[in-house]
């Protein structure tokens, strides 16, 4: 069986392999299951390359333009208090659990910046009221730590 790898176009960021509108080269299994299916990524053609520069040139207009911006974004959300109420059993796990969107939400409802839920990195899914710590990538240099205070409710 040969292994050769297919050319495709990032739509959307994936973690360890490029940005929107990176053209990576990825296995085909890889690519024909996981990445076209969910949106991530579409064929290479010479035509589709030209859509490179337009999807690019509106990843620019979205993000955080340079180091300095992603910094002052930083001082925002380290000094913000975000809290969340979740239904919660007696010994204070949560019924559920608290990720990526319901945390950016909780950020934007703090009077935050908007934060796109993609950016943030939570480890293992938060199952349990307390202070947990989150980071969100804002810049491939800056990175922020946001303190979420999860209560029973």
């Known amino acids: ?10 739509t959307q960021e994936v973690s360890g392999l490029g940005a929107p509108g990176d053209v990576v080269d990825v296995a085909a299994g890889y690519g024909r299951n996981y990445l076209l299916p969910r949106g ?6 010479r035509g589709a390359e030209k859509q490179v520069e337009l999807i690019k040139r509106a990843r620019a207009a979205r993000e955080i333009r340079t180091i300095e911006d992603a910094q002052v974004v930083a001082g925002q959300l380290q000094k913000l208090t975000v809290r969340l109420t979740r ?3 007696g010994n204070g796990r949560l ?3 608290v990720g990526p969107t319901d945390i950016a939400a909780a950020i934007r409802a703090a009077g935050g910046p908007e934060v796109d839920r993609r950016k943030i990195a939570v480890p293992d899914p938060i199952k349990s009221t307390g202070t947990h710590r989150v980071q969100v990538r804002l810049h491939s240099d800056v990175n922020a730590s946001v303190n979420i205070e999860i209560t029973a409710g």
């Open 95 to 97: 019924f559920g659990s």
């Open 40 to 45: 991530f990524a579409m064929p290479w053609t």
């Open 87 to 89: 239904r919660a059993g």
């Open 1 to 10: 069986m040969s292994r050769t790898p297919m050319k495709l176009i990032l």
